[in-house]
């Protein structure tokens, strides 16, 4: 595997999603109970000892070192009191238990933040533990929304995934109790996007279950993962993300052809188009763009939801959980809606199907078209990667709310990719011509 510096890629990994203490809540509290000028006076000095006040105020300094107020003070080792200004974010830490580099990947990035003065929640994922909850779970349990997660959503500041499936068909045979949960994942994506919490997925090579799940050799995929991540941060996937969204930005009519017979028409007027550049700046912030995937390398949009008519071929379609289609997708829209789909045979059909029908909402309906920036990505079956691969674009259906600026809610979002490079692949934005041939249609 490429060599990679992993707690260097965790620090970059905190910088990106901005991971830093925020303003202590406890001020104002405090203000509003032993008053501003009072408090104001402490954070001026920020250090001091008790003895250099009166018994009445020293009365007050301690009751501000209750955690009712963050705490606001507190006794520092060498003895003096200090004013905490600043409390640290709650970052939720999820990571692929399964495969010891992305253990280390992980605790590296939980070191950092620790490092940051943030707190870290954890949890352990893999998918046979998944698989085991929803063999084992009675039906109506299935249903629920745990209250810890609800106050997970509802507290933390920062979420972050790292690692990728282990198994590509961990919900296979279970698809109908998958189904079953699908409204209270489709909430706590909800509580989150409307607080703004901001989100990183961090894709990152693990041990697969079984070598069948390798759809390319085990070296090629670990190799192409890792020099994708590198990818993200130079100078050229920046540009070419630049170069897209100023292509896209203003435009209505968008347009893709290519020489397969694909054919689509969709609308993105008045939609903000998205730089995927692996970094959550301030202008990200003020769009309220929160979210990141790594590696990362596109433009995107939310399209109007009912604006895609027409027919496409996906060379890759990779359905979470039920497994990867084989031979190709075409996918016909009408109104925005898929309503009708032919893969290259009868098990593909099916396996969109049972992807349908185990999630809920506007499952079905177009909710972001994207264009690949990365040039180290290449085909591996794994989405993260594969939907940034220069000469790409991918048409998403499904949840589109939050950081997309869509309508959509949905309990899915399936990304799904078109190669347009050597296929003769045209973007057209108002009959502008900004991707010819699956390349940029212009000065980079």
């Not at 990035?109 to 909850?133: A, I, P, Q, Y």
């Not at 989150?192 to 070296?219: A, H, I, N, S």
């Not at 730089?275 to 700046?281: E, F, M, R």
């Not at 600026?405 to 190669?419: E, Q, T, Y």
């Amino acid at each position: 595997m490429v060599k990679l510096d992993y707690e260097r890629f965790a620090r970059k990994i905190a910088d990106a999603i901005r991971i830093k203490t925020k303003p202590n809540p406890g001020i104002e509290k405090a203000k509003k109970r032993f008053g501003a000028a009072f408090v104001n006076m402490l954070i001026r000095k920020r250090e001091f000892s008790l003895e250099s006040f009166s018994k009445k105020d020293q009365e007050k300094i301690k009751k501000l070192m209750d955690l009712d107020y963050g705490p606001l003070v507190y006794k520092s080792v060498s003895g003096r009191y200090r004013l905490k200004t600043e409390t640290g974010e709650l970052i939720r830490l999820v990571y692929t238990e399964t495969d010891p580099r992305c253990v280390r990947l992980a605790k590296a990035f939980r070191n950092e933040c620790w490092k940051r003065g943030c707190h870290v929640s954890v949890g352990l994922d893999n998918d046979m533990d998944s698989r085991t909850h929803l063999r084992l779970t009675p039906e109506h349990t299935l249903t629920e929304l745990p209250e810890i997660s609800k106050i997970l959503a509802k507290q933390i500041d920062v979420r972050v995934y790292i690692g990728d499936k282990q198994d590509r068909e961990w919900s296979r045979g279970f698809e109908k109790r998958l189904l079953l949960g699908a409204p209270a994942s489709q909430k706590l994506m909800q509580i989150q996007d409307r607080r703004g919490v901001r989100w990183c997925l961090v894709g990152f090579p693990v041990e697969m279950t079984d070598r069948r799940y390798y759809l390319v050799p085990k070296k090629t995929y670990e190799k192409v993962y890792i020099s994708s991540l590198l990818e993200t941060y130079t100078k050229r996937t920046l540009r070419l993300c630049r170069y897209y969204r100023k292509g896209l930005e203003s435009g209505d009519n968008v347009h893709i052809t290519a020489d397969d017979g694909t054919d689509l028409r969709l609308s993105i007027k008045g939609r903000p188009v998205l730089v995927a550049d692996g970094i959550i700046d301030e202008e990200d912030l003020k769009r309220g763009d929160v979210g990141l995937n790594v590696p990362d390398g596109e433009a995107f949009l939310a399209p109007l939801e009912h604006s895609a008519n027409g027919k496409i071929y996906f060379d890759f379609v990779n359905l979470p959980g039920i497994g990867f289609i084989k031979g190709g997708l075409w996918v016909w829209f009408r109104n925005g809606r898929v309503v009708k789909w032919k893969a290259g045979n009868k098990k593909g059909n099916q396996m969109f199907k049972k992807f349908l029908d185990s999630n809920t909402g506007e499952k079905d309906r177009i909710a972001e078209l994207g264009i690949g920036t990365n040039h180290a990505a290449k085909f591996i079956g794994t989405i993260i990667v594969d939907e940034k691969i220069f000469g790409t674009i991918h048409i998403a259906i499904g949840n589109n709310t939050g950081a997309y600026h869509g309508k959509n809610r949905a309990s899915s979002h399936l990304d799904m990719i078109k190669v347009m490079k050597g296929k003769n692949g045209n973007l057209w934005v108002d009959n502008r011509l900004v991707m010819k041939n699956g390349m940029p249609n212009g000065r980079i």
